[in-house]
Nanobody, 126 residues
Framework: QVQLVESGGGVVQAGGSLRLFCVDSGRTFSNYAMGWFRQAPGKEREFVAAISSTGASTYYADSVKGRFTISRDNAKNTMYLQMNSLKPEDTALYYC???????????????????WGQGTQVTVSS
């Protein structure tokens, strides 16, 4: 059974940085694209970034482009999200997600992800 566990969230001042981690267990991590999503109170869950199975291809939401970097280490079954120049509007519960289909190109669509972690809270104070 696939299990995704996020960590690395916390409270940071505007302009600061955080690094999120997502550890995947239960299947061959290196075969699947992965993504990060976030959900703020009272808002829909939204796409943040995605990475292909090999890490060669990435895709970002416009709101985080140039500030966030997604990466993965397939030897460690771990995906990362480096978040720099954080803004109060980045405050949300951040989820990692795993694609349902092996070797598919990166996708910003929630319906393409079959497995989700429990989320890690990121709070950016002004």
């Amino acid at each position: 059974q696939v299990q995704l566990v996020e960590s690395g969230g916390g409270v940071v001042q505007a302009g600061g940085s955080l690094r999120l981690f997502c550890v995947d267990s239960g299947r061959t991590f290196s075969n699947y694209a992965m993504g990060w999503f976030r959900q703020a109170p009272g808002k829909e869950r939204e796409f943040v970034a995605a990475i292909s199975s090999t890490g060669a291809s990435t895709y970002y939401a416009d709101s985080v482009k140039g500030r966030f970097t997604i990466s993965r280490d397939n030897a460690k079954n771990t995906m990362y999200l480096q978040m720099n120049s954080l803004k109060p509007e980045d405050t949300a519960l951040y989820y990692c997600a795993a694609d349902r289909v092996a070797f598919r190109r990166v996708s910003p669509e929630r319906r393409d992800y079959a497995y989700w972690g429990q989320g890690t809270q990121v709070t950016v104070s002004s």
